[in-house]
């Protein structure tokens, strides 16, 4: 039984990596239509169009189930949605800019980042504030 596996493992490994590609790519179409669904207002026609026509090849790539078509499918798919996602971004924070009366992207800031919003940071009501602190040990208080 041992030397059986051993003997199909090769053929067990592309198996997996068949399927692993399969659940990959589905995966990438189901949230690229939730987010082309969500988000229809913010996404240029164009823009949609492109990643519509690019979702609708990775589908007939899975149907032909050729895993090397299915990995260069998700792959152009995902660098479809990448430029989605930075078209959406750009699209927000200029709506956000003009609605908040805030400084375009070219104009000064007083951070001195010209307008490049950082990463991660929060600047709502959810924003981290700067403080000095002092530990206090609870017996010298009590006295």
Do not use: C
């Not at 995966?27 to 669904?37: D, G, P, S």
């Not at 913010?42 to 823009?47: K, T």
């Not at 790539?61 to 990448?82: C, F, K, M, Y």
């Amino acid at each position: 039984m041992v030397r059986e596996a051993e003997l199909h493992a090769a053929d067990d490994k592309t198996t997996r990596k068949d399927i692993e590609t399969r659940n990959n790519a589905d995966a990438l179409l189901y949230t690229t239509e939730k987010m082309l669904r969500e988000h229809t207002d913010r996404i240029d026609a164009a823009d949609r169009k492109a990643v519509e026509d690019t979702s609708a090849e990775l589908r007939k790539a899975l149907e032909r189930a050729n895993t090397a078509d299915i990995e260069s499918g998700t792959e152009e798919l995902t660098q479809a949605t990448h430029r989605l996602a930075e078209a959406m971004y750009a699209s927000t924070s200029a709506q956000n800019h003009a609605a908040s009366g805030g400084p375009g992207p070219e104009s000064p800031v007083p951070n001195g980042n010209n307008g490049a919003d950082e990463p991660g940071r929060d600047t709502g009501d959810n924003a981290p504030i700067d403080a000095d602190f002092a530990v206090v040990d609870d017996d010298e208080s009590s006295e």
